[in-house]
C-alpha cells in the first residue's frame, strides 16, 4: 500500500495537488494550520487507493507532500 | 508487516532547507527551488554551487537554497555571477531570477552575459508581472492582461508585446543552451528538470551560457485561485510563450 504524509503546517491549502492526482483522493480539510490555511488531506478511508505515483509531491509548492510506498509482493512470496 | 516494506519515495532534497516559505499558496517559485536543488545534488555539484539571487519574489532564495549566496543589485544577476565565476572558477555559478528583474532592468546584463558566453547558468522565473511590488506590468505581460499599473490590460500599441526571452537568447553566439518549460502539470515540470539538467550542465562541462525560462503562475497577481492560475499558464502563457528547446550547441544550433 501506498501513501502520502502531508506535512500539515507547511500546507497552504493551495490544493495544486488535487488537481493531479490520477485517483482523486486528496481533499480540502476543515482544519486550519497555524498560518490559517485549510490544508490539504487524504480522508483515511481514500488512503488504500493511492498509487504512490508522486504527483502530487511533484508539484507541490511548498514541499509539503511526502510519499511513501510499499514494494508490490512477488508472485510465490509468502 | 508491510510498513516494515515502505519506502519513501518522495522527499525535499538536502539543498533546499526545511523552513516555511513566504511565497503565496499556489506560487510555482517552491517548484522551481526543488528542481534546483535536486540537480545540484544530482550533479554532485552542491557542495560547490555560489547562488547569485536577484530582487523579486526570489530576493530571499539565499534562505531556502543550502548554498553560498551572493545578493545582486537589481537586474544585475548575470553580471555579478560573471564576476563570481572569474574569480572561482572551479565553483558551479548560477544565478536565479524573475521576468521583472532579467527582462526589464536587467535586459542589458542577460544579454552580454549570454552573448560572451559565460560559463554560468540562469533560471529565468517567467510570471508576466512584477510579483513583489504589487503585480505591475513587466516586459512579459501579456497583451490584455490586467495588471496595476495597466489597469484596462495591456495594449500592443502603448506598451509593445511581450518579450521572448528566450527566442533572444538563443539567436546570441556564446549561449549553449535555451529552453523553455513550464511548471503548470506533472510531465512540463518533469521536462522543464531535464531542461534545467542540460542547462546545468553546460557549465559543468564548460560548453557555455545555459539559459532555461520557466513560466510559472503568480495567482495573488493574477487575481485568480491557485488551480485558475496554473490553468491560466496552459491556455493563456503558452500560446504565446511555446515550449522546447530553443538552441542545443551538442544538436547542432537552433530549433
Given amino acids: ?78 | 508487516m508491510s510498513e516494515m516494506n515502505e519506502k519513501l519515495v518522495f522527499d525535499r532534497p538536502k539543498a533546499v532547507i526545511d523552513r516555511p516559505t513566504h511565497y503565496c499558496p499556489g506560487c510555482h517559485h517552491g517548484v522551481a527551488h526543488r528542481l534546483v536543488g535536486e540537480l545540484l545534488e544530482e550533479l554532485g555539484v552542491f557542495e560547490d554551487t555560489i547562488l547569485v539571487s536577484s530582487i523579486g519574489c526570489s530576493v530571499f532564495l539565499y534562505n531556502y537554497l543550502n548554498v553560498d549566496a551572493v545578493e545582486a543589485p537589481h537586474g544585475r544577476a548575470p553580471a555579478v555571477a560573471t564576476g563570481v565565476k572569474a574569480a572561482r572558477k572551479d565553483n558551479f555559478v548560477f544565478a536565479y531570477q524573475g521576468d521583472g528583474d532579467l527582462a526589464s532592468i536587467g535586459m542589458a546584463e542577460i544579454l552580454h552575459a549570454a552573448n560572451r558566453g559565460e560559463k554560468i547558468s540562469v533560471v529565468f522565473v517567467n510570471n508576466t508581472v512584477y510579483g513583489m511590488t504589487g503585480g505591475q506590468m513587466a516586459p512579459t505581460t501579456l497583451i490584455g492582461q490586467r495588471t496595476t499599473t495597466c489597469p484596462s490590460g495591456r495594449c500592443l500599441e502603448h506598451e509593445g508585446a511581450p518579450i521572448r526571452m528566450t527566442e533572444i537568447i538563443a539567436g546570441l553566439g556564446g549561449t549553449a543552451f535555451a529552453a523553455r518549460g513550464s511548471l503548470d502539470n506533472v510531465k512540463n515540470i518533469r521536462q522543464a528538470k531535464k531542461y534545467m539538467r542540460k542547462a546545468f550542465e553546460c557549465q559543468t562541462q564548460n560548453k557555455g551560457f545555459g539559459f532555461v525560462e520557466l513560466l510559472s503562475a503568480c495567482p495573488t497577481n493574477w487575481k485568480m485561485t491557485p488551480v485558475q492560475a496554473n490553468e491560466r499558464i496552459q491556455t493563456e502563457m503558452i500560446p504565446y510563450f511555446p515550449l522546447g528547446v530553443y538552441k542545443d550547441t551538442d544538436e547542432g544550433g537552433a530549433c
Fill in chain 1, 1 to 78: 500500500m501506498s501513501r502520502i504524509a502531508v506535512q500539515e503546517d507547511r500546507c497552504k491549502g493551495c490544493m495544486l495537488c488535487s488537481t493531479v492526482c490520477p485517483v482523486q483522493i486528496i481533499v480540502q480539510s476543515e482544519r486550519f494550520n497555524q498560518s490559517g490555511y485549510k490544508v490539504a488531506e487524504v480522508p483515511a478511508e481514500d488512503m488504500e487507493k493511492c498509487t504512490g505515483c508522486t504527483s502530487c509531491a511533484l508539484i507541490c509548492p511548498d514541499l509539503a507532500i511526502r510519499v511513501y510506498r510499499t514494494p508490490k509482493k512477488k508472485k510465490g512470496d509468502e
